[in-house]
């Protein structure tokens, strides 16, 4: 993938259809996370998520790249806006302001705040998953699928015996994957601010 900014400069033009595939590809699923963890079930998230990216492919063209700031920054506040909007439409907007707490989503500042938090915890998972996807396709071997198990919880010994290898393997695959994933991780910060 190229750079961001680059991205971003192809897609002012609004006639990049490649482009905008690969836009797509790089948010929509951290877009769709930021939807679920604010509440919304899968239907309703994929809906905001696609009035997300509509409203996204709009405002790109008069959108002024600032290295300054995080572009998902910009993202965010388009997603909270659409995410407010479909509450407000709805009628459970009460009833989730209730479960969530007043400050949630009634308090014009307090929604933002928050679902800047959130997002940038969403950011930082969704980084983390697609540097693993990345690994798995530049690891060969068994090492990414040791190191799966042992984030699923899986304890080491145990792993060691699906695998049939030695616990001192298990630990060997899991310190190399690690080191490769904050690398690949660092990498897609960098890419992605």
Not at 25 to 30: A, G, L, N
Not at 45 to 51: D, I, L, M, R
Not at 88 to 104: D, F, I, V
Not at 149 to 175: D, H, M, P, S
Request: hydrophobic share 35%; net charge positive; charged share 30%.
């Amino acid at each position: 993938m190229e750079t961001r900014q680059t991205l971003l400069q192809r897609l002012s033009k609004q006639q990049d259809d490649a482009s905008w595939q690969e836009f797509v590809d790089v948010y929509q699923q951290f877009i769709y996370n930021v939807c679920r963890k604010t509440g919304l079930n899968h239907h309703d998230s994929e809906e905001v998520g696609q009035k997300v990216l509509l409203r996204l492919w709009k405002k790109l063209p008069e959108f002024e790249y600032d290295h300054r700031k995080k572009f998902r920054g910009f993202i965010c506040k388009v997603t909270g806006g659409l995410i407010k909007d479909y509450f407000r439409a709805s009628q459970r907007y009460q009833k989730r302001c209730e479960k969530l707490g007043a400050g949630w989503l009634g308090a014009e500042d307090g929604f933002g705040v928050e679902l800047e938090d959130l997002a940038e915890k969403e950011w930082k998972s969704y980084l983390a998953n697609l540097a693993l996807e990345n690994l798995e396709q530049k690891i060969t071997g068994k090492a990414v699928a040791v190191f799966r198990r042992l984030l699923a919880g899986v304890q080491a010994q145990k792993v060691a015996q699906e695998f049939e290898i030695t616990a001192n393997l298990v630990a060997v695959y899991k310190k190399r994957v690690k080191a490769k994933m904050h690398e690949e991780i660092r990498r897609l910060s960098d890419e992605f601010q």
